[in-house]
């Protein structure tokens, strides 16, 4: 009985994960809950982050992007290394602590533009966490300059990228990746990329883009291959599920999901997910209320404070000014938590 196995917090089998969904949300919140008041009690982590997102320029044709300037986006942009130094500059007077660099897939800036920018970061800020390059990006540059994925790894290591985000696994099924992403990073090629990080000690995150055209079947499979990597290296952080946001992209979906799924999801993550510490609300994609709400379903972490962003908010989110640190801990004291400043790796830094 499943029921049971909740009880006694057992690792559940595909079907079990699948049928967990046929639960009431309610009792689903609360063995999600159950979990998370063990290891994190009233606890929510957050950090205080700065997102750059450098280039729209785009080779690859992802259905579900509106940020790429090749599709209903038409003011393509590359940000000069100037540029992104000045705003992380700028960002340090509201003392970040890392910064989140995920760009498009251009062709036409070369390796050392990509690259290069980090070193200058941690020559200038050698205490900023340097968290950049998705999978998908480390694909991109591999193929397109002729390189290893150990090659570009070590690069970036070079360059002091500290960790790596979730961005690129959208849904792992590779049918339905086709429809949705097909001709950029593979399934395999991702999980691949990220073992590989995490063999050289390092650590990233994991996200899953859903509430589109995939299924709840696609999303226990994507949550188990991430599993079966972590039993091997307990490399990943945190498990994001990403709400897909539906404004001025190629995917034809009419409905968003409900808050009841998008809660099912978190909950069921928390529970499937028995390896993977922390359950982040991006609260960009679910909207602030749905995060704070996602806090009673297993979500013990809330991403940042951000301050700007170009991707989500490119496609419908309200997002594209981040929220002020005093607002953000406000309202996460206001839904009955205690606000923890995190760094990039979970070190508790300062409790609200
Ligand atoms: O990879 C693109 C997603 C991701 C849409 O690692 C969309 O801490 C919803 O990965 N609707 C980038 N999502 C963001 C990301 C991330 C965010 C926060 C924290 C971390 C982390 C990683 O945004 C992309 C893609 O999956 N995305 N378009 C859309 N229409």
Redesign the pocket.
Same mark, same amino acid.
């Given at each position: 009985m499943i029921i049971e196995k909740l009880e006694n917090q057992e690792r559940l089998s595909f079907k079990e994960a699948l049928s967990l969904y046929d639960l009431d949300l309610f009792t689903l919140g609360k063995y999600a809950n159950k979990i998370r008041t063990q290891i994190f009690e009233r606890k929510t982590y957050f950090n205080i982050n700065r997102h750059i997102n450098p280039t729209n320029i785009c080779k690859d044709v992802c259905q579900?992007? *509106?940020?790429s300037s090749s599709r209903k986006n038409p003011n393509p942009y590359t940000m000069s290394h100037e540029e992104i130094l000045q705003t992380v500059d700028d960002s340090l007077k509201k003392e970040i602590k890392e910064v989140?660099i =995920?760009s498009a897939h251009n062709p036409d800036t070369g390796l050392k533009w990509y690259l290069d920018v980090f070193k200058k970061i941690k020559d200038k800020y050698p205490q900023l966490h340097v !968290?950049a390059l998705?999978a998908?990006e480390i694909h991109f540059l591999s193929t397109e300059y002729n390189l290893s994925y150990e090659e570009i790894i070590q690069k970036m290591i070079e360059s002091g990228v500290d960790s790596m985000?979730?961005?690129? *696994?959208?849904i792992f099924d590779e049918e339905l990746r086709k429809r949705i992403c097909g001709g950029k990073v593979s399934s395999q090629q991702w999980l691949h990329i990220h073992k590989l990080w995490h063999n050289k000690g390092k650590q990233s995150?994991a996200?899953m %883009?859903f509430g589109h055209i995939e299924t709840r079947e696609h999303r226990i499979d994507h949550m188990l291959r991430l599993r079966d990597l972590q039993d091997e290296t307990h490399g990943f952080n *945190?498990f #994001?599920p %990403? =709400?897909?946001? !539906?404004e001025n992209?190629f995917l034809n979906v009419k409905e968003y999901p409900t808050g009841q799924e998008i809660l099912k999801t978190f909950a069921i993550a928390r529970i499937v997910l028995d390896n993977i510490p922390n359950l !982040?609300a991006?609260w =960009?994609?679910s909207s602030i209320k749905l995060a704070l709400l996602a806090q009673e379903f297993g979500a013990n972490d809330l991403?940042g404070t951000i301050q700007k962003e170009s #991707?989500?908010s490119a *496609?419908g989110a309200n997002s594209a000014n981040g929220m002020p640190l005093e607002q953000f801990v406000q309202v996460i004291q206001n839904s009955g938590f205690t606000p923890v400043e995190r760094d990039s790796v979970y070190n508790e830094l300062k409790f609200y």
């Open positions: 579900f992007c *509106a940020y989140h =995920v !968290k998705t998908a985000p979730g961005g690129g *696994a959208e995150n996200t %883009l *945190a #994001i %990403l =709400v897909y946001q !539906k992209n !982040k991006y =960009v994609t991403d #991707i989500n *496609a």
